[in-house]
Structure formats: C-alpha cells, structure tokens
C-alpha cells in the first residue's frame, strides 16, 4: 500500500492548466506550482489578498477568472508544502503567511492556524486587530500592505 502524497508531491503534481467556457466567461484551471509561484513573489512586508492571486493568474493565461476553488486549495497545499520543506531545512519557502483573506482576515486552515500567521505577520511588522465582536482576526489596514502582483 502506497504512502500518502506530501504537500510537496501533491504541489509538483504535473497537471496542465485548463480553460473552462462558462456562462460568466472562460474560467481558468490553474496549475499549483503556478499558484506557489506567483505566491513566491509576495515581498516580505508585504501581502496579497486571494482575490489578488486570483485575478493575476487569470490574466496571464487571458481568463476572464481562476476557479476559486481549485486556487484555494493549491494556496493550502504550497503553504503546507512550505511547513514540509523548512522541517527539511530549507531556507527560501513559499511565504504563505502572507496571503490573507479578501477582506485581511487571516486563515485558520494554514498550518500552525492562525497563531502561526500572527508570529510571522508580527515579525514582518504587519498589525493584527479583533474584528468587531468574536469576528476572525486581521490585518489593521492591509490595503496599505498589499503587493502589486
């Protein structure tokens, strides 16, 4: 019986990306490593929203958007490809830590959870508040911050 995939097999998985016509416009299917790359891009200091991921890797395969879907699960995987190779050693990882949410709230389902986004973000000297009642934890004024991908 064979081994589960790694986070890092599951990111080098060789899949084409693909150009989906729907009823909003051709879709985009895209590649994890092109996610991971375009997430290697982000500069320390600074971050990208999914949205921003989303768009740009739209526009350069000329979609009109990326599943949203499929991108948000290859976010996952590099960022846990990222936790794998540093357990390794490795020094230049995917800086996931510094994507957030659309609205610069951060993401739970990172490895480490949220805590371990905070620490990192906090090193990188981002600010993190409450939102408002028990709402998830972001990023104070994360427009300011955000990468021109």
């Known amino acids: 019986m064979r ?4 986070s890092r097999e599951k990111l080098e998985t060789v899949q084409e990306r693909r150009l989906i016509d729907t009823p909003k416009g051709k879709m ?8 991971d ?3 290697r891009t982000i500069p ?10 989303r768009d740009r890797l739209a526009k350069d395969c000329h979609a009109d958007y990326a599943c949203p879907m499929t991108t948000g699960i290859f976010i996952r995987i590099a960022a846990e490809a990222a936790e794998e ?8 990882v995917t800086p996931y830590w510094r994507v ?3 609205d610069g709230s ?3 389902k990172f490895p480490g959870g949220v805590e371990a986004q905070v620490a990192r973000l906090r090193e990188e000297g981002h600010t993190i508040e409450q ?19």
Do not use: H, Y
């Open 28 to 35: 985009l299917i895209p590649k994890p490593l092109d996610v």
């Open 100 to 102: 957030v949410r659309n």
């Open 3 to 6: 081994a589960r995939k790694t």
């Open 85 to 92: 190779d540093l357990k390794k050693g490795e020094r230049q």
């Open 106 to 108: 951060l993401n739970e």
């Open 37 to 39: 790359a375009l997430m």
């Open 44 to 53: 320390r200091g600074e971050l990208a929203t999914v949205a921003q991921i």
């Open 131 to 149: 939102s408002r009642g028990k709402g998830p934890l972001r990023l104070r004024e994360f427009e300011r911050s955000l990468a021109k991908l």
